[in-house]
């Protein structure tokens, strides 16, 4: 390793050695970018590598809500923000209970260069709160996030950050949000992504992720020559992500044969199409966050407590959670003769599983190159409120997928100039970093 590179994760590893899921996107990152380091001095003289792995600031606060009881609970509330050399800080706010400052450190981390994949003028955030959604009711959820923003509000804005959804945050959170952030600053503004239809929303926005990640699995089988028709896939999670990869996979060609949830994983053998693709939003929509109730209602196959990593598919994409599929999920992927892994969630594979691709020939897309559809569209719909206006659903599609054509062609070309030849994870690494590290040079040290 470049002596700079690991001076620099040796120091990082020391100072935050408990935020595990930081240092694990970050040691990927660096380590990508040994090559770039030795070719291009500037980096290691502007002490580049130190200053982007640290956020530009954290704000951490003190959530207070009432239940339907009048009982009062307290939450924790973060937002990290982390880079702004590309534009205002842009990145989703996830309320889950795993949720933690490391956990947010390392989506922030890797927004940064997601964003910059997408090419639009967006830095990198990412925020949250230990609050867990399931079991509460609408006024629950909406006390809880008129108290959120009720802080976050000082700290975000239409050009200085810029939230959306995550795990957790969906159309009815975000309106919450939206219209006490309204109350409070006086100003009808887009200042969050994610919006409903009828208030400053874009088309498509729901579906991007899962399109995006689809867009981006055919740009790789037509490099191979080959194309979604007849590919048997696998996915995990029933959420936005999965019902949008599962709606364009389907209109493409392709069969869906897995979804899961905390609760276990669904096979349908005959394949997961139609109205069976509406159905996940009824389940979402119930707030019971379980799959079974699906292999229930259509008869299939419910797998309690396990992942969908055992079946036989061609491809297998993560869209639940990271670390989802580790090294030796990969193993029986790769023996059962899947060839394609696409990460549609964040950091959805460990490094274990990654390895084994690359020792295999699995070809591998790294969310943030895959799943960049997601926050690539909200971009799309911030520009849409800048402007006023509102888009037809087929030009946001048609700009989405040329985004996602985009994001291949340049991870493709940066793992060939780089020598690593159709190793996205080098390729998204290398052509994210380079416009954010340039930046930061451009503006000065701040
Ligand atoms: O992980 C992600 O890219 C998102 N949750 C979407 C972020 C956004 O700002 O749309």
Not at 107 to 124: A, R, Y
């Amino acid at each position: 390793m470049n002596p700079y590179v690991s001076e620099v994760l040796e120091g990082l590893k020391k100072k935050y050695y408990w935020e595990k899921e930081f240092l694990q996107a970050v040691t990927e990152v660096l380590e990508s970018l040994n090559l770039v380091i030795e070719r291009e001095p500037r980096y290691k003289k502007h002490r580049i590598l130190e200053r982007i792995t640290e956020p530009e600031r954290v704000v951490m606060f003190r959530v207070p809500w009432q239940d339907d009881r009048g009982e009062i609970h307290v939450n924790t509330g973060y937002r990290v923000q982390f880079n702004s050399a590309l534009g205002p800080y842009k990145g989703g706010l996830r309320f889950h209970p795993s949720v933690t400052l490391s956990g947010l450190k390392f989506l922030g981390f890797e927004q940064i260069f997601k964003n910059s994949l997408t090419g639009l003028p967006m830095g990198g955030g990412k925020g949250g709160s230990d609050f867990n959604v399931t079991g509460k009711s609408d006024n629950e959820v909406m006390r809880f996030c008129q108290s959120f923003i009720t802080e976050l509000h000082r700290h975000v804005g239409p050009n200085t950050d810029v939230p959306a959804g995550d795990i957790g945050v969906g159309g009815r959170e975000i309106g919450y949000l939206f219209g006490q952030y309204k109350k409070l600053v006086n100003r009808f503004e887009g200042w969050i992504t994610g919006k409903g239809l009828y208030w400053g929303g874009s088309l498509i926005r729901p579906e991007a992720t899962g399109f995006g990640a689809i867009y981006f699995a055919e740009e790789i089988l037509k490099v191979k020559k080959e194309s979604l028709k007849d590919k048997t896939i696998a996915l995990s999670g029933f959420g936005n992500v999965a019902w949008g990869a599962a709606l364009k996979a389907t209109e493409l060609g392709a069969k869906i044969i897995t979804i899961s949830g905390p609760d276990g994983f669904v096979y349908d053998k005959d394949g997961i199409s139609g109205d069976k693709i509406k159905y996940l939003l009824t389940m979402r929509a119930s707030g019971r966050d379980m799959v079974k109730d699906y292999a229930d209602k259509y008869k299939a196959e419910f797998h309690s407590g396990k992942r969908p990593w055992s079946v036989k598919c061609d491809i297998a994409i993560p869209c639940a959670i990271q670390n989802e599929l580790d090294g030796e999920d990969a193993k029986v992927l790769i023996k059962k003769g899947c060839n394609l892994v696409v990460e549609a969630s964040n950091m959805g594979c460990t490094p274990e599983a990654v390895t084994e691709f690359a020792k295999n020939q699995v070809s591998f897309a790294p969310g943030k190159a895959a799943n960049a559809g997601g926050v690539a569209t909200s971009g799309l719909e911030m520009s849409q409120n800048s402007m006023r206006l509102k888009w037809e659903k087929n030009e946001v599609d048609a700009r989405l997928k040329q985004i996602m054509v985009n994001i291949h062609a340049n991870c493709l070309t940066a793992s060939q100039e780089y020598d690593q030849e159709g190793n996205y994870v080098i390729g998204a690494n290398i052509a994210g970093f380079k416009k954010v590290a340039d930046a930061m040079i451009e503006q000065g040290l701040v």
